[in-house]
């Protein structure tokens, strides 16, 4: 996908989310769910403005940051190499964020549903892409596993992104499995595999680190 269409994809995105906020604001609580907690029982509000207008304009500061990344990377030829899949990511991420406020959204307007049930297959397909990414990610500074070993070697960076791609995957894959449990369960079926994995990936990269330097 070329940088240009996932632009105009994106803002029309975030433009639609502006939209349907502006629709429903005098149906909307002056104070709006903000935040489930691991019993998919509300725990956190805001004021109605942050509620509708928050989700979009981060989403619109991101998606900022992402164009600018590429440009301003030392190692940007790098990022060339796998920008096709660097800009779906940044379409699915956009998607989550505004499918996030959606069911905010909903919740406010009074639709009664298991927040866990609503958003992990969504965050589990979003894991699953980005084990996809970090298979085709090149060594840079902005975009993947970036450990001070895996930014000095080209064979680390490899190796450490092609056991990450999997671990991802996996990842992902519990954490469309805990909308299934809902409940604590699913906060541990998402949360584990994927800050275990991080942790494992930095341990690893610096263990193959050590091994190339000892092999010259």
Same mark, same amino acid.
């Given at each position: 996908?070329?940088?240009?269409?996932?632009?105009?994809?994106?803002?029309?995105?975030?433009?639609?989310?502006? !939209?349907?906020?502006?629709?429903?604001?005098?149906?909307?609580?002056?104070?709006?769910?903000?935040?489930?907690?691991?019993?998919?029982?509300?725990?956190?509000?805001?004021?109605?403005?942050?509620?509708?207008?928050?989700?979009?304009?981060?989403?619109?500061?991101?998606?900022?940051?992402?164009?600018?990344?590429?440009?301003?990377?030392?190692?940007?030829?790098? /990022?060339?190499?796998?920008?096709?899949?660097?800009?779906?990511?940044?379409?699915?991420?956009?998607?989550?964020?505004?499918?996030?406020?959606?069911?905010?959204?909903?919740?406010?307007?009074?639709?009664?549903?298991?927040?866990?049930?609503?958003?992990?297959?969504?965050?589990? !397909?979003?894991?699953?892409?980005?084990?996809?990414?970090?298979?085709?990610?090149?060594?840079?500074?902005? /975009?993947?596993?970036?450990?001070?070993?895996?930014?000095?070697?080209?064979?680390?960076?490899?190796?450490?992104?092609?056991?990450?791609?999997?671990?991802?995957?996996?990842?992902? *894959?519990?954490?469309?499995?805990?909308?299934?449990?809902?409940?604590?369960? *699913?906060?541990?079926?998402?949360?584990?595999?994927?800050?275990?994995? *991080?942790?494992?990936?930095? !341990?690893?990269?610096?263990?193959?680190?050590?091994?190339?330097?000892?092999?010259?």
């Amino acid at each position: 996908m070329t940088t240009k269409l996932t632009s105009i994809i994106v803002l029309i995105l975030i433009g639609a989310a502006v !939209i349907v906020g502006a629709l429903f604001w005098n149906q909307l609580p002056e104070q709006m769910a903000s935040h489930w907690n691991a019993n998919d029982e509300v725990d956190s509000y805001l004021p109605k403005f942050w509620g509708v207008w928050m989700m979009p304009l981060v989403t619109l500061g991101m998606f900022a940051l992402f164009l600018v990344i590429p440009s301003i990377d030392p190692l940007k030829a790098n /990022i060339a190499q796998f920008r096709g899949v660097f800009n779906l990511f940044i379409l699915f991420i956009t998607a989550f964020m505004l499918y996030m406020h959606g069911l905010t959204l909903a919740w406010s307007l009074g639709y009664e549903f298991r927040m866990s049930a609503a958003m992990l297959p969504f965050m589990g !397909i979003l894991f699953v892409f980005v084990g996809y990414m970090l298979r085709q990610a090149k060594r840079n500074w902005f /975009i993947g596993i970036r450990t001070p070993w895996t930014l000095s070697s080209d064979t680390v960076w490899d190796k450490t992104h092609q056991l990450g791609s999997v671990l991802f995957i996996v990842s992902g *894959a519990f954490a469309f499995l805990g909308a299934f449990f809902g409940g604590p369960t *699913a906060m541990w079926l998402t949360l584990v595999p994927v800050i275990g994995s *991080a942790l494992f990936l930095v !341990i690893y990269s610096f263990v193959l680190y050590q091994r190339e330097m000892k092999g010259q």
